[in-house]
């Protein structure tokens, strides 16, 4: 129903931005240990904690986009395990134990395998700053990217914390733009969420969406302006110039 | 990891307000068509088109809670439903009249069968008015309430139309207040979607959850001040003075 907004014309890029949860790092890099405390169901208390975690995000900026039900992510992260495992009558198995070593999995999620030699790479071949923007609260963001080996390879790590508004409110999309001094359309912003790169769009960055999992284009009436199933494919888009 | 808010005292509600989709209409009452459509995707399909449905809403008002990026409930129905057909690989099964006839039945979805009778138990025993506060746009409504025997049955019939933008918005909950001239302490608002009821309870109503699944609590922060398995204990509930 919705028309597709055609993307503006070639930009060259003064800042990439990256969504960091399920674009850099595997939010179901959890799946194996899920697994040994829940066999057989590993995988789908995996699928309905991340989909609890962003609903929840969501939720909260939605019902007061100035912050009044705000909450941080790592909280935000434990609520929607705790829902997931009672949705899924495993409550009773989600001890505390049980609890912590899924957060402690989740604090030092792995980067999926393109990422690391792909930010080096943008690094090193193009003089444009890089930075994370993210859900995720400070704490949990500096772990996360010590843990997977990416330090020093970003301008600025910066968390909607900052303004207590979750994506893709258009307060936690500013961070990026208010960061560089750039417009939204000079920066390419990346993420694997279907729903994030829609949100960025409608800010106006230049989203390039990494389709891991083949999935359709959301229907939300914005295309990306770039797609590729990995990193190597953002790196040559950036080569192109972003067109 | 959120404190849960206790409900306020006890009142004598001046209206109640019922959510429509999913807490009067079935709106997987669409299974059987769309199982004739696409044998044994039945139910996938119905499951990701309705979680679809609400996330795109949901979305579109975070995205600007002013409304620029608003579309009416039937337009995101049909974005919904196109996303999850392409999602299930059936996107080239979903002809122009397979997606006509399933929209036919979205329009005139089946209420829960226990739904007019309590309607009409509440209007017979009770000097409180009923209202619709819905997400559906009004022609949508209009078609829905009388196909399922409701017309009459309702003081108002509120669709977030009227102010573009979808709940859990504020402004989208406001205009049950307005309607009634009340505070949100003194409706009742019900619904079976926990997101909806974490939302009114947020902004105040007195909410009940009717929990035909029996679905956990959401993670919110925010627990509902009467819980029941269908509309019989809305009614007990309503008898008791909402407590």
Redesign the interface.
């Given at each position: 129903?919705?028309a597709i907004t055609t993307p503006a014309s070639p930009i060259s890029p003064r800042a990439i931005l990256f969504d960091a949860y399920g674009t850099l790092f595997d939010v179901h890099s959890v799946v194996a240990a899920a697994e040994q405390l829940f066999p057989g169901r590993g995988d789908a208390l995996s699928q309905l904690w991340r989909r609890?975690q962003i609903?929840?995000t969501?939720?909260?900026?939605?019902?007061?986009?100035s912050g009044?039900?705000y909450?941080p992510f790592?909280?935000?992260t434990?609520?929607?395990l705790?829902?997931a495992a009672?949705?899924l009558h495993l409550?009773d198995s989600l001890t505390r134990a049980a609890e912590k070593r899924l957060m402690d999995e989740y604090t030092c999620l792995s980067a999926f395998p393109d990422v690391v030699p792909a930010l080096k790479t943008l690094r090193e071949r193009f003089d444009i700053p890089l930075a994370i923007l993210s859900n995720g609260n400070p704490p949990m963001l500096d772990i996360a990217v010590k843990s997977a080996g990416m330090n020093g390879l970003f301008d600025h790590v910066l968390s909607v914390d900052a303004v207590r508004a979750y994506k893709?409110?258009?307060a936690a999309y500013a961070l990026g733009t208010r960061a560089f001094g750039a417009a939204p359309r000079e920066i390419v912003f990346v993420s694997s969420n279907g729903?994030n790169i829609?949100?960025a769009a409608?800010?106006g960055y230049a989203t390039f969406w990494i389709n891991r999992g083949g999935?359709?284009v959301?229907?939300?009436?914005v295309a990306p302006r770039g797609i590729g199933g990995g990193m190597a494919e953002l790196v040559a888009f950036i080569e192109r110039g972003a067109p």
């Open positions: 129903m919705s609890k609903e929840y969501q939720l909260r900026t939605l019902a007061d986009p009044a039900h909450a790592w909280d935000i434990v609520d929607a705790r829902y009672a949705r409550a893709p409110a258009a729903w829609a949100g409608w800010f999935a359709p959301e229907e939300l009436g």
